[in-house]
């Protein structure tokens, strides 16, 4: 019976100070990924967006089979679950260089879809959608 209730007590300690660490910790301090539909429109029609949450960071990357639309100024822009709109970089950059990741700003709450917008024309060029919105 002792070996028994010395096993027990060591089992409630343990447990006692997994707790205590996870306090505190919230589901937002995980890794966390999310993945859209395809992008569908009259330009951008090909590949999806990746959400990526880490160390605090919230990201967007388009997938490998994402091709950039043929139009003077493509950009990123998210629409949250609200329906508010927010433009964010340019898909190229100087010398030809991709934003193929953009980190979302902080007065963006959540993200449900992500669109591909031509700044020059201003046009919708596609979009993707999550299955439900990701913060």
């Excluded at 089992?11 to 505190?24: D, I, L, R, S, W």
Aim: aromatic share 8%.
């Amino acid at each position: 019976m002792p070996a028994r209730l010395l096993f027990l007590s060591l089992f409630a300690a343990t447990a006692a100070m997994g707790c205590e660490t996870m306090k505190g910790m919230t589901r937002d301090d995980a890794s966390m990924s999310m993945r859209t539909s395809k992008f569908e429109g009259v330009k951008a029609n090909t590949g999806t967006a990746a959400f990526m949450k880490a160390d605090g960071k919230r990201t967007l990357t388009w997938s490998d089979d994402f091709t950039i639309p043929d139009t003077p100024a493509p950009h990123w822009q998210v629409v949250d679950s609200r329906g508010n709109v927010y433009l964010l970089n340019r898909l190229v950059i100087k010398d030809d260089k991709k934003n193929r990741t953009v980190e979302l700003p902080s007065y963006v709450r959540d993200v449900a879809k992500v669109q591909i917008w031509c700044a020059f024309a201003e046009v919708l060029l596609g979009e993707a959608s999550f299955e439900k919105a990701v913060r």
